[in-house]
């Protein structure tokens, strides 16, 4: 394992501050000493990534989409030796994080088949009407090309599928940018893994220097001097909204302000409606599940309950009780995602407006960094006098607000920031008489969910994995799927030009076959 910074395809020298990453679990340093990049090497890595862009911009479709697969096939190629070192950083079990590899390879494998279908640029072409009154109509054709070299921040709670290879970087080198990664410090050994990975793809495949480079840092220098930094043209992060929203600021505040698309905080509300409570209480305290797994570190985890009194919510809250008492402790991420998460959830339950209705009493003592269950409840009222139970706690915790009425319980969605995903369970035709609820959660979040978990994004066409402020930092783009290409291009349009200049997807006989809007026409002519 190299624990050198990359720059292109050279490992930089052994010089500088060095640090270990951490077992959470054992609170024990694991092997390797990362070197923190300085200040010049962040430079370099930009500079050299902007020429690399020159080249890469240009290079065709077929061999964009060989260097995806090959970042697949070398990441594949690691064995288990990744799958080891990234639960050993995380606390994470190898299940999890053997699909999430198969994530990682199969949203790579997907990328270039958006690449050699081609139509992700959506190009439009209006041919010339010369003979149109009272003016002519000049040719007049647009597409979209990519913005330029892009930081990708690694997110601390999927070492592989939102990290160095994960769907920012597919994104980014599909869409032709080049990409230097700052690695998260929690994880730094799988992400040097796969960077040796990308790069030995990158020089099988043929790709320029600089397509790709990673720099390592347990601070803050490297990071603002990347996002500060003139060649950078658009920044993607996930993690916490005081991270996401420090990014953005210093992103706004350049000589030329660039585009930052943050994941940031989620509570991901869930509306319980009284048939679906009355009918199957028992059922929908499987909840629990969603609630807890892998220490409730998921940025789609239901954080928020919502319902109205009943006797069917008192029989939901009593099956939720038995099953969360009986979920073993996980281990956190890291030792500050788990003292945060302590501090937040001793906050509210400090308040007197607030009662636990359920709590894990399966403590694992033998590791450290432990991550036990909690669900709490509170009245519409109190939830609604106080701003400060709306805000995300990223652990295994989850908050009932229980109405009095369906007034209130209207209240209590229409007072909700925007969400990643909101979820409503029903059952028969009792939907149709809340479509005032379904309508506010429309608006709140970027992803609604009928009768199912939040948890568990599908990576495909029609995902979208972004919400309004504060879920994320524009809620007109996705994370996830072949959409999230989007984030890293922009509109060109070319005017008048005579066809043998024009680029191949506006040429008029279409020699790449894709589908275009020809003259307001959807079309492969």
Known sequence: METRNLIGYKYQPEQGKTFKAIDPALGVDLPGEFYAASIAEAEAAMVLADKAFATYRNIGKAKRAAFLRAIADEIIAIGDALIERASAESGLPAPRLQGERGRTTNQLKMFADVLEEGSWVEAIIDTAIPDRQP??????????????????????????????????TAAALAAGCPVVVKAHPAHPGASAMVAEAI????????????????????????GETLVKHPKTKIVTFTGSLKGGMA????????????????????????????????????????????????????????????????????????????????????????????????????????????????????????????????????????????????????????????????????????????????????????????????????????????????????????MQHGGPYPATSDSRFTSVGTSSIKRFVRPVCWQNWSEDLLPDELKTNNPLNIWRLFNNEWSKK
């Open 199 to 222: 790069k030995k793809a990158a020089e099988k495949t043929g790709m320029p220097e600089g397509v790709f480079s990673i720099l390592y840092d347990d601070g803050y220098a490297v």
């Open 135 to 168: 003016l002519p109509r000049l040719d007049i054709r647009k597409m979209m090309v990519p913005l330029g070299p892009a930081v990708v921040f690694g997110a601390s709670n999927f070492p592989l599928a939102f990290s160095v290879a994960g769907g920012d």
């Open 247 to 462: 990014l953005v600021k210093m992103a706004q505040e350049r000589k030329e302000p660039i585009p930052v698309f943050a994941e940031m905080g989620s509570v991901n509300p869930i509306v319980l409606l009284p048939q679906a409570l009355e009918n199957r209480p028992e059922e929908l305290a499987k909840l629990a599940g969603p609630i807890t797994n892998n220490a409730g570190q998921f940025c789609t985890q239901p954080g928020l309950l919502l319902a109205v009194k009943s006797s069917g919510l008192d029989k939901f809250k009593t099956a939720l009780a038995t099953a969360i008492a009986g979920i073993n402790s996980d281990t956190m991420l890291t030792p500050g995602i788990c003292k945060n998460f302590s501090k937040l959830a001793e906050s509210v339950l400090a308040d007197k407006a607030v009662t636990v209705i359920a709590k894990s009493d399966k403590i694992n003592t033998e590791k450290l960094n432990q991550g036990a269950a909690i669900v709490t409840e509170i009245t519409a009222s109190a939830f609604l006098a106080d701003d400060k139970f709306k805000e995300e706690i990223f652990g295994p915790y989850s908050m009932l607000i229980v109405a009095d009425d369906i007034a209130q319980l209207e209240e209590v969605v229409d007072s909700l920031h925007g969400q990643l995903t909101a979820t409503i369970y029903a059952d028969g035709n009792e939907l149709a008489a809340y479509t005032s609820i379904t309508d506010m959660l429309t608006n709140r979040a970027g992803r609604v969910i009928l009768n199912g978990p939040p948890t568990g994004v599908e990576v495909g066409n029609a």
